[in-house]
Protein backbone atom coordinates (compact mmCIF):
# COMPACT_ATOMS: atom_id res chain seq x y z
CA UNK A 1 0.00 0.00 0.00
CA UNK A 2 1.09 3.52 -0.57
CA UNK A 3 1.57 5.77 1.97
CA UNK A 4 1.72 9.68 1.86
CA UNK A 5 4.30 11.64 2.29
CA UNK A 6 3.45 14.65 4.45
CA UNK A 7 5.13 16.93 6.67
CA UNK A 8 3.41 15.14 9.65
CA UNK A 9 4.89 11.78 8.47
CA UNK A 10 8.36 11.06 9.89
CA UNK A 11 7.99 7.16 10.04
CA UNK A 12 11.71 6.47 9.93
CA UNK A 13 10.67 2.58 8.34
CA UNK A 14 8.55 3.94 5.37
CA UNK A 15 11.13 2.77 3.39
CA UNK A 16 12.06 -0.71 4.63
CA UNK A 17 16.10 0.96 5.49
CA UNK A 18 17.92 0.57 8.74
CA UNK A 19 19.67 4.03 8.10
CA UNK A 20 18.08 5.86 5.64
CA UNK A 21 14.63 7.47 5.36
CA UNK A 22 12.54 9.94 3.91
CA UNK A 23 10.47 13.25 5.71
CA UNK A 24 8.78 16.10 3.96
CA UNK A 25 10.38 18.75 5.62
CA UNK A 26 8.35 21.57 7.12
CA UNK A 27 11.49 23.55 7.69
CA UNK A 28 12.99 23.30 4.09
CA UNK A 29 9.78 22.82 1.85
CA UNK A 30 11.13 19.70 0.15
CA UNK A 31 12.29 16.10 0.78
CA UNK A 32 14.63 15.67 3.59
CA UNK A 33 16.76 12.63 3.02
CA UNK A 34 17.39 11.56 6.79
CA UNK A 35 20.39 9.34 8.10
CA UNK A 36 19.88 7.44 11.21
CA UNK A 37 22.61 6.18 13.06
CA UNK A 38 21.04 5.25 16.58
CA UNK A 39 19.57 2.53 15.38
CA UNK A 40 19.18 1.28 18.86
CA UNK A 41 16.85 4.32 20.07
CA UNK A 42 19.76 5.61 22.24
CA UNK A 43 20.70 9.04 23.29
CA UNK A 44 23.17 10.48 25.96
CA UNK A 45 19.99 13.13 27.16
CA UNK A 46 16.19 12.70 27.41
CA UNK A 47 14.73 15.72 26.22
CA UNK A 48 11.19 16.00 27.55
CA UNK A 49 9.45 16.70 23.88
CA UNK A 50 11.80 14.08 22.41
CA UNK A 51 9.65 11.68 19.88
CA UNK A 52 11.76 8.56 19.70
CA UNK A 53 9.96 5.91 20.81
CA UNK A 54 11.22 3.67 23.40
CA UNK A 55 14.10 6.07 24.17
CA UNK A 56 17.14 4.64 26.26
CA UNK A 57 20.05 6.34 27.65
CA UNK A 58 23.11 5.52 25.45
CA UNK A 59 25.65 5.48 22.67
CA UNK A 60 24.69 4.38 18.79
CA UNK A 61 25.65 1.45 18.24
CA UNK A 62 28.70 -0.34 15.72
CA UNK A 63 27.83 0.61 12.20
CA UNK A 64 27.47 -1.42 8.78
CA UNK A 65 29.08 1.22 6.48
CA UNK A 66 28.86 -1.10 3.66
CA UNK A 67 25.28 -1.41 4.20
CA UNK A 68 24.72 2.77 5.13
CA UNK A 69 25.90 2.87 1.56
CA UNK A 70 24.49 0.37 -0.53
CA UNK A 71 21.15 1.59 1.39
CA UNK A 72 21.74 5.68 0.30
CA UNK A 73 22.90 4.56 -3.60
CA UNK A 74 19.99 2.44 -3.64
CA UNK A 75 17.21 5.17 -2.52
CA UNK A 76 18.86 8.48 -3.72
CA UNK A 77 18.51 6.50 -7.42
CA UNK A 78 15.36 5.49 -6.46
CA UNK A 79 14.70 9.48 -5.87
CA UNK A 80 16.77 10.64 -9.08
CA UNK A 81 15.77 7.98 -11.19
CA UNK A 82 13.22 6.03 -9.84
CA UNK A 83 9.01 6.58 -9.56
CA UNK A 84 9.95 7.21 -5.33
CA UNK A 85 7.73 10.80 -6.04
CA UNK A 86 5.04 9.00 -7.37
CA UNK A 87 5.01 5.48 -4.51
CA UNK A 88 4.61 7.93 -2.16
CA UNK A 89 2.43 10.65 -3.72
CA UNK A 90 4.77 13.67 -2.83
CA UNK A 91 3.30 16.99 -3.64
CA UNK A 92 4.89 18.27 -6.72
CA UNK A 93 5.64 21.52 -5.16
CA UNK A 94 7.78 19.35 -2.76
CA UNK A 95 9.83 16.93 -5.05
CA UNK A 96 13.22 18.47 -4.62
CA UNK A 97 15.72 17.24 -2.47
CA UNK A 98 16.40 19.74 0.33
CA UNK A 99 18.72 18.36 2.43
CA UNK A 100 20.30 15.24 3.73
CA UNK A 101 20.61 15.10 7.38
CA UNK A 102 22.03 13.57 9.79
CA UNK A 103 19.20 13.51 12.44
CA UNK A 104 18.88 9.95 14.07
CA UNK A 105 16.71 8.23 16.88
CA UNK A 106 19.25 9.69 19.62
CA UNK A 107 22.67 11.72 19.44
CA UNK A 108 24.77 10.61 16.00
CA UNK A 109 27.44 12.37 17.39
CA UNK A 110 28.06 9.17 19.71
CA UNK A 111 28.71 7.00 16.76
CA UNK A 112 32.48 5.74 17.30
CA UNK A 113 32.78 5.96 13.12
CA UNK A 114 31.48 9.25 12.75
CA UNK A 115 33.82 11.01 11.57
CA UNK A 116 34.40 7.84 8.54
CA UNK A 117 30.07 7.80 8.04
CA UNK A 118 30.26 11.42 7.56
CA UNK A 119 32.89 10.97 4.78
CA UNK A 120 31.07 8.11 2.66
CA UNK A 121 28.02 10.05 2.62
CA UNK A 122 29.57 13.00 1.37
CA UNK A 123 31.48 10.93 -1.16
CA UNK A 124 28.32 9.11 -2.21
CA UNK A 125 25.96 12.35 -2.32
CA UNK A 126 28.38 13.86 -4.35
CA UNK A 127 29.23 11.28 -6.83
CA UNK A 128 25.14 10.90 -7.75
CA UNK A 129 24.58 14.99 -7.76
CA UNK A 130 22.96 15.23 -4.89
CA UNK A 131 25.75 18.19 -3.34
CA UNK A 132 26.51 20.93 -3.50
CA UNK A 133 22.79 21.80 -4.96
CA UNK A 134 21.86 19.93 -1.28
CA UNK A 135 22.60 21.04 1.71
CA UNK A 136 24.63 18.47 4.51
CA UNK A 137 23.05 18.97 7.56
CA UNK A 138 23.99 17.43 10.51
CA UNK A 139 21.18 17.62 14.27
CA UNK A 140 23.31 17.62 16.92
CA UNK A 141 22.62 18.43 20.83
CA UNK A 142 26.21 18.98 21.14
CA UNK A 143 27.28 17.37 24.17
CA UNK A 144 29.66 15.27 22.28
CA UNK A 145 32.01 18.07 20.43
CA UNK A 146 35.13 18.28 22.76
CA UNK A 147 35.56 14.81 21.48
CA UNK A 148 38.40 14.41 18.85
CA UNK A 149 36.60 12.27 16.49
CA UNK A 150 33.57 14.27 16.32
CA UNK A 151 35.80 17.38 15.27
CA UNK A 152 37.04 15.27 12.85
CA UNK A 153 33.53 14.52 11.17
CA UNK A 154 32.60 18.28 11.67
CA UNK A 155 35.68 18.94 9.44
CA UNK A 156 34.40 16.42 6.91
CA UNK A 157 31.18 18.36 7.37
CA UNK A 158 32.59 21.85 6.29
CA UNK A 159 34.33 19.87 3.52
CA UNK A 160 31.19 19.50 1.79
CA UNK A 161 30.13 23.24 3.05
CA UNK A 162 27.96 21.58 5.76
CA UNK A 163 25.94 22.67 8.43
CA UNK A 164 25.66 21.75 12.36
CA UNK A 165 22.75 22.42 14.18
CA UNK A 166 23.65 22.89 17.62
CA UNK A 167 21.19 22.01 20.04
CA UNK A 168 20.06 25.19 22.65
CA UNK A 169 16.36 25.07 24.35
CA UNK A 170 17.38 26.72 27.23
CA UNK A 171 20.36 29.13 28.94
CA UNK A 172 19.87 28.10 32.83
CA UNK A 173 20.74 25.27 35.28
CA UNK A 174 17.25 24.29 35.98
CA UNK A 175 15.88 25.30 32.30
CA UNK A 176 18.56 22.47 31.12
CA UNK A 177 18.03 20.38 33.83
CA UNK A 178 13.97 19.98 33.44
CA UNK A 179 14.04 20.41 29.24
CA UNK A 180 17.07 18.39 28.39
CA UNK A 181 17.68 16.29 31.66
CA UNK A 182 20.84 16.57 30.72
CA UNK A 183 24.13 17.52 33.83
CA UNK A 184 25.78 18.91 31.00
CA UNK A 185 26.23 22.79 32.24
CA UNK A 186 25.60 25.55 29.65
CA UNK A 187 29.26 26.89 29.93
CA UNK A 188 30.09 23.22 29.01
CA UNK A 189 27.54 23.37 26.32
CA UNK A 190 28.79 27.33 25.08
CA UNK A 191 32.56 25.56 25.16
CA UNK A 192 31.23 22.74 22.85
CA UNK A 193 29.17 25.54 20.57
CA UNK A 194 32.50 27.40 20.15
CA UNK A 195 34.45 24.42 18.96
CA UNK A 196 31.52 23.98 16.47
CA UNK A 197 31.71 27.03 14.95
CA UNK A 198 35.36 26.78 14.46
CA UNK A 199 35.25 23.60 12.76
CA UNK A 200 32.10 24.20 10.36
CA UNK A 201 28.76 26.43 9.52
CA UNK A 202 26.77 25.99 12.56
CA UNK A 203 22.95 27.18 13.71
CA UNK A 204 21.74 27.22 17.19
CA UNK A 205 18.21 25.23 16.60
CA UNK A 206 16.09 25.97 20.02
CA UNK A 207 13.22 24.02 21.26
CA UNK A 208 10.49 26.41 23.25
CA UNK A 209 7.45 24.47 24.99
CA UNK A 210 5.47 25.10 27.42
CA UNK A 211 5.61 23.07 30.25
CA UNK A 212 2.79 22.96 33.12
CA UNK A 213 1.53 26.40 31.74
CA UNK A 214 4.51 28.12 32.70
CA UNK A 215 5.05 29.40 28.54
CA UNK A 216 8.07 31.25 27.81
CA UNK A 217 9.45 32.81 30.97
CA UNK A 218 10.95 36.42 31.27
CA UNK A 219 13.54 34.13 33.39
CA UNK A 220 14.37 32.33 30.67
CA UNK A 221 14.02 34.82 27.46
CA UNK A 222 16.66 37.10 29.70
CA UNK A 223 18.78 34.12 30.10
CA UNK A 224 18.87 32.97 26.68
CA UNK A 225 19.69 36.40 25.09
CA UNK A 226 22.57 37.25 27.54
CA UNK A 227 23.97 34.34 26.93
CA UNK A 228 23.46 34.95 22.64
CA UNK A 229 25.07 38.47 23.73
CA UNK A 230 27.97 37.23 25.62
CA UNK A 231 28.52 34.68 22.66
CA UNK A 232 28.44 37.16 20.08
CA UNK A 233 30.85 39.11 21.98
CA UNK A 234 33.29 36.68 22.35
CA UNK A 235 33.69 36.70 18.16
CA UNK A 236 31.71 33.54 17.94
CA UNK A 237 30.14 33.42 14.63
CA UNK A 238 27.09 31.94 14.26
CA UNK A 239 24.85 31.24 11.12
CA UNK A 240 21.86 31.75 12.54
CA UNK A 241 19.02 30.95 15.12
CA UNK A 242 16.39 28.39 14.17
CA UNK A 243 13.50 28.65 16.70
CA UNK A 244 10.61 26.13 16.68
CA UNK A 245 7.95 24.25 18.71
CA UNK A 246 6.71 20.84 19.09
CA UNK A 247 5.67 19.76 15.78
CA UNK A 248 4.19 16.13 17.40
CA UNK A 249 3.31 14.31 20.58
CA UNK A 250 6.26 14.01 22.89
CA UNK A 251 6.96 10.16 24.14
CA UNK A 252 7.93 10.66 27.24
CA UNK A 253 6.82 10.57 30.69
CA UNK A 254 6.37 14.86 31.01
CA UNK A 255 4.31 14.78 27.87
CA UNK A 256 0.44 15.18 29.10
CA UNK A 257 2.83 18.67 30.52
CA UNK A 258 3.64 19.96 27.47
CA UNK A 259 2.17 22.27 24.91
CA UNK A 260 3.58 23.93 21.76
CA UNK A 261 4.04 27.48 21.84
CA UNK A 262 1.89 29.47 19.61
CA UNK A 263 3.88 31.06 16.60
CA UNK A 264 3.00 34.59 18.12
CA UNK A 265 5.18 33.76 21.20
CA UNK A 266 7.79 32.35 18.85
CA UNK A 267 7.93 35.21 16.99
CA UNK A 268 7.91 38.30 19.00
CA UNK A 269 11.03 36.28 20.98
CA UNK A 270 12.39 35.65 17.51
CA UNK A 271 12.18 39.82 17.39
CA UNK A 272 14.27 39.74 20.11
CA UNK A 273 16.94 37.92 19.27
CA UNK A 274 17.05 39.52 15.88
CA UNK A 275 17.54 42.87 17.49
CA UNK A 276 21.30 41.41 19.28
CA UNK A 277 22.19 41.05 15.15
CA UNK A 278 21.26 37.02 14.75
CA UNK A 279 19.34 36.00 11.18
CA UNK A 280 16.48 33.75 13.49
CA UNK A 281 13.61 32.21 11.32
CA UNK A 282 10.57 30.67 13.09
CA UNK A 283 8.91 27.21 12.47
CA UNK A 284 6.51 24.80 14.40
S1 LIG B 1 18.89 15.18 22.07
FE1 LIG B 1 17.37 14.64 20.49
S2 LIG B 1 17.26 12.39 20.47
FE2 LIG B 1 18.30 13.02 22.37
S3 LIG B 1 16.66 13.10 23.87
FE3 LIG B 1 16.89 15.16 23.04
S4 LIG B 1 15.42 15.27 21.36
FE4 LIG B 1 15.67 13.09 21.86
Not at 18 to 45: D, Q
Not at 80 to 109: L, M, S
Not at 248 to 257: D, I, V
Request: aromatic share 8%; net charge negative.
Amino acid sequence: MVSKLSTTSHRSDIVGLKYVYPVISRRMGGLSIGINFNTNNACNWRCIYCQVPGLTLGAAPEIDLKLLEDELRLFLKDVIEGDFYERFDVDEDKRVIKDIAIAGNGEPTSLKEFPDALALIGKVATELGIFPQSRYVLITNGSLVHQAKVKAGLKVLDAYDGEVWFKLDSATEEGRALINNTAQSCKASVNNLMLATQCCKTKLQTCLVDYDNRGLSELEQSAYLDLLTEIKSSGCELQGVLLYSMARLSLQPEASKLKPLSFEVLDAFADKIRLLGFNVSVSR
